[in-house]
């Protein structure tokens, strides 16, 4: 529950709850049971009268409960996502009731190893069963349900809540309608379970923990703990983060023991390691991360396809740059397989050089992403972006759709060459305005990419799917065949590799469709002839020294590439503004009155293309 007792601080309280279960109690996924079950879980937001903007944040390995808001005014932080979850914040609590839970296993309120024991009387210890993320998440059901609750708006996690996230779209395939998954994976590397063996084994090497029964005398395997500790903080973090953190400063006035160091960075680690022992209970950290290693969707369902193949929600998977114990690569593979199977999927990959702690250290611009996914509105170009921090991309993209494309008769011609109902790639998408019309007029899907961050956020807005890569790179993650038509729209000219970029679209798609800047354009030809310098027109907005273009060709360069490269073009428009280039084109100069042109390209064997003048 939650109050408002002043303008600055959200008090909120962590409520307890005990379901009725079942006379043999909660079963497990390994077939045990739990005879009794406490669940600690906090909310903050009201609910609506339809039960239907319900968010659930899934916890990451340590946290609990406490997300957002103050406990009293003597805390001395708030809640761990605080800066995220709130009134008028990127999870907006005046919009979504948002609910918050420790997860089983835990150790703050939900049922775990220090818990009682109602057949005992004593902490678990020992006797506290395995469990798996499976688990986790079957008891955030029951709660949501406890709580009035059948279908949730969207489940939002990262790390480890991001796995519970997708456990959720598993489990419940029809009670999720948005998944976001944040610096996740569908199992872990193998690299990163190493880490993950080497904590548990020194926990259990600890000579006070004794199998897991040391709750009677209050000493615990703390020395274990703390090592533990240590060795998964450094997964969070990121050499550069680390070098330009500490380097190899060294700390004034200490004298270090026998082969320790005045290095700040022990420092560091042994303070983070104290302050952890201070509030986790040991048992809880291994059987927690023990349920993480063990987390892998293919095998468990038998495949990636197999495991998402009932689910109905919508995703959004966040990879951070520099994150290496979940790195972007296996966020790419659950997106590749949820494209394949035609599924709302966007990715987006944020730069950081916080490691995999940057969803908790860095949130403006993942808010931004949340935030506009959570709550799409049409027609709102680049939603929450201060003039100050539009880059140098962006604005370019934004200019791309105001100087082509910028009216509905645009749009209309080259919708007029796709299906109705098809399923599209727009590659190079900018702001999304294109699939968003597509759809709107002629219910056509799409998918857009964009490498920059701005133009993703506005597709987001829009509801708009998006796949934030970059183009030149290729387009390997997407699978083949799997769109009717891709679209590169006025990117060609943009690109390091054209015609391998060409070969993708065909090899994605059934058909391209391909928009172009005519570079030998009559104005073109008169500015260079007459005043010595690069044109600037409607068509070509930029200078010289500040163009995007990288490769300056004609309509009649593109036809001779297309059939040194076997493509065909099966029809194309060439367009012209003024009366003049109207004219040029209506009598036959194609490439002296085209300012620019739509070209429909695939690899069928069909009759020459017809030109139709516009």
Same mark, same amino acid.
Not at 180 to 202: C, D, N, P, W, Y
Not at 440 to 453: A, E
């Given at each position: 529950?939650?109050?408002?007792?002043?303008?600055?601080?959200?008090?909120?309280?962590?409520?307890?709850?005990?379901?009725?279960?079942?006379?043999?109690?909660?079963?497990?996924?390994?077939?045990?049971?739990?005879?009794?079950?406490?669940?600690?879980?906090?909310?903050?937001?009201?609910?609506?009268?339809?039960?239907?903007?319900?968010?659930?944040?899934?916890?990451?390995?340590?946290?609990?409960?406490?997300?957002?808001?103050?406990?009293?005014?003597?805390?001395?932080?708030?809640?761990?996502?605080?800066?995220?979850?709130?009134?008028?914040?990127?999870?907006?609590?005046?919009?979504?009731?948002?609910?918050?839970?420790?997860?089983?296993?835990?150790?703050?309120?939900?049922?775990?190893?220090?818990?009682?024991?109602?057949?005992?009387?004593?902490?678990?210890?020992?006797?506290?069963?395995?469990?798996?993320?499976?688990?986790?998440?079957?008891?955030?059901?029951?709660?949501?349900?406890?709580?009035?609750?059948?279908?949730?708006?969207?489940?939002?996690?990262?790390?480890?809540?991001?796995?519970?996230?997708?456990?959720?779209?598993?489990?419940?395939?029809?009670?999720?309608?948005?998944?976001?998954?944040?610096?996740?994976?569908?199992?872990?590397?193998?690299?990163?379970?190493?880490?993950?063996?080497?904590?548990?084994?020194?926990?259990?090497?600890?000579?006070?923990?004794?199998?897991?029964?040391?709750?009677?005398?209050?000493?615990?395997?703390?020395?274990?703990?703390?090592?533990?500790?240590?060795?998964?903080?450094?997964?969070?973090?990121?050499?550069?983060?680390?070098?330009?953190?500490?380097?190899?400063?060294?700390?004034?006035?200490?004298?270090?023991?026998?082969?320790?160091?005045?290095?700040?960075?022990?420092?560091?680690?042994?303070?983070?390691?104290?302050?952890?022992?201070?509030?986790?209970?040991?048992?809880?950290?291994?059987? *927690?991360?023990?349920?993480?290693?063990?987390? %892998?969707?293919?095998?468990?369902? !038998? @495949? /990636?396809? &197999?495991?998402?193949? =009932? #689910?109905?929600?919508?995703?959004?998977?966040?990879?951070?740059?520099?994150?290496?114990?979940?790195?972007?690569?296996?966020?790419?593979?659950?997106?590749?397989?949820?494209?394949?199977?035609?599924?709302?999927?966007?990715?987006?990959?944020?730069?950081?050089?916080?490691?995999?702690?940057?969803?908790?250290?860095?949130?403006?611009?993942?808010?931004?992403?949340?935030?506009?996914?959570?709550?799409?509105?049409?027609?709102?170009?680049?939603?929450?972006?201060?003039?100050?921090?539009?880059?140098?991309?962006?604005?370019?993209?934004?200019?791309?759709?105001?100087?082509?494309?910028?009216?509905?008769?645009?749009?209309?011609?080259?919708?007029?060459? *796709?299906?109705?109902?098809?399923?599209?790639? %727009?590659?190079?998408?900018?702001? !999304? @305005? /294109?699939? &968003?019309?597509?759809? =709107? #007029?002629?219910?056509?899907?799409?998918?857009?990419?964009?490498?920059?961050?701005?133009?993703?956020?506005?597709?987001?807005?829009?509801?708009?799917?998006?796949?934030?890569?970059?183009?030149?790179?290729?387009?390997?993650?997407?699978?083949?065949?799997?769109?009717?038509?891709?679209?590169?729209?006025?990117?060609?000219?943009?690109?390091?590799?054209?015609?391998?970029?060409?070969?993708?679209?065909?090899?994605?798609?059934?058909?391209?469709?391909?928009?172009?800047?005519?570079?030998?354009?009559?104005?073109?030809?008169?500015?260079?002839?007459?005043?010595?310098?690069?044109?600037?027109?409607?068509?070509?907005?930029?200078?010289?020294?500040?163009?995007?273009?990288?490769?300056?060709?004609?309509?009649?360069?593109?036809?001779?590439?297309?059939?040194?490269?076997?493509?065909?073009?099966?029809?194309?428009?060439?367009?012209?503004?003024?009366?003049?280039?109207?004219?040029?084109?209506?009598?036959?100069?194609?490439?002296?009155?085209?300012?620019?042109?739509?070209?429909?390209?695939?690899?069928?064997?069909?009759?020459?293309?017809?030109?139709?003048?516009?």
């Amino acid at each position: 529950m939650t109050q408002m007792l002043s303008e600055e601080k959200i008090f909120v309280q962590t409520q307890i709850l005990r379901p009725q279960l079942d006379v043999e109690g909660f079963r497990l996924v390994s077939g045990a049971f739990l005879p009794e079950l406490e669940i600690a879980y906090e909310t903050y937001g009201t609910l609506n009268a339809y039960q239907s903007n319900a968010i659930f944040i899934c916890s990451h390995l340590t946290s609990d409960a406490h997300a957002a808001g103050w406990h009293s005014e003597d805390d001395k932080q708030p809640g761990w996502w605080d800066e995220m979850i709130g009134p008028g914040k990127s999870i907006d609590t005046l919009r979504h009731f948002v609910i918050a839970s420790n997860m089983l296993g835990g150790c703050k309120g939900t049922t775990g190893p220090a818990s009682i024991d109602p057949r005992s009387g004593k902490p678990y210890g020992s006797n506290f069963p395995v469990i798996e993320i499976a688990d986790i998440v079957n008891v955030q059901r029951l709660l949501t349900k406890n709580l009035g609750i059948d279908v949730l708006e969207a489940v939002i996690g990262g790390s480890l809540g991001g796995m519970q996230a997708l456990q959720w779209t598993v489990s419940y395939p029809d009670k999720v309608k948005k998944c976001m998954g944040i610096a996740t994976a569908a199992s872990l590397s193998a690299q990163a379970l190493g880490f993950e063996v080497i904590g548990r084994k020194v926990i259990l090497e600890d000579s006070s923990f004794r199998m897991g029964d040391y709750y009677s005398d209050g000493k615990g395997p703390d020395r274990g703990l703390r090592l533990a500790r240590m060795i998964g903080h450094l997964t969070y973090l990121s050499s550069a983060s680390m070098d330009t953190k500490f380097g190899r400063q060294h700390r004034e006035g200490i004298k270090p023991g026998k082969f320790e160091t005045d290095f700040s960075i022990e420092s560091y680690l042994d303070h983070k390691a104290d302050a952890f022992v201070g509030r986790f209970d040991a048992n809880s950290y291994l059987h *927690i991360t023990y349920a993480m290693d063990c987390f %892998d969707l293919a095998r468990s369902y !038998g @495949s /990636l396809e &197999d495991a998402f193949k =009932k #689910t109905q929600a919508e995703f959004l998977l966040v990879a951070l740059s520099s994150d290496w114990l979940f790195p972007p690569e296996q966020t790419r593979d659950i997106t590749r397989v949820l494209l394949k199977q035609g599924k709302v999927a966007s990715e987006i990959t944020l730069n950081s050089p916080y490691g995999h702690d940057a969803f908790l250290l860095e949130v403006e611009n993942l808010g931004r992403v949340i935030e506009s996914f959570l709550n799409p509105v049409d027609h709102t170009p680049f939603p929450g972006i201060r003039k100050d921090s539009v880059t140098e991309s962006s604005r370019r993209s934004r200019e791309k759709q105001e100087t082509i494309f910028n009216s509905t008769e645009d749009f209309v011609r080259l919708r007029d060459l *796709i299906e109705p109902q098809s399923h599209v790639l %727009d590659v190079g998408c900018g702001d !999304g @305005s /294109l699939i &968003d019309f597509l759809w =709107k #007029t002629k219910r056509v899907t799409g998918v857009g990419i964009d490498i920059d961050l701005d133009s993703v956020v506005a597709c987001l807005a829009k509801n708009v799917p998006v796949f934030q890569t970059n183009v030149d790179e290729g387009l390997a993650d997407v699978g083949t065949g799997l769109f009717d038509y891709a679209i590169l729209n006025r990117t060609l000219q943009e690109v390091r590799h054209p015609v391998m970029l060409l070969r993708e679209l065909l090899r994605v798609a059934k058909k391209g469709i391909v928009t172009f800047p005519n570079f030998a354009h009559l104005r073109n030809r008169v500015s260079l002839a007459i005043q010595g310098v690069m044109p600037i027109s409607e068509s070509l907005p930029y200078s010289w020294h500040n163009t995007p273009n990288i490769h300056l060709f004609s309509y009649a360069d593109f036809e001779a590439l297309c059939k040194s490269e076997g493509i065909h073009i099966e029809c194309a428009l060439s367009i012209g503004r003024s009366v003049l280039s109207r004219l040029l084109v209506k009598t036959g100069f194609l490439n002296l009155g085209a300012e620019y042109a739509i070209v429909r390209i695939s690899y069928q064997n069909k009759p020459s293309a017809s030109i139709n003048p516009t």
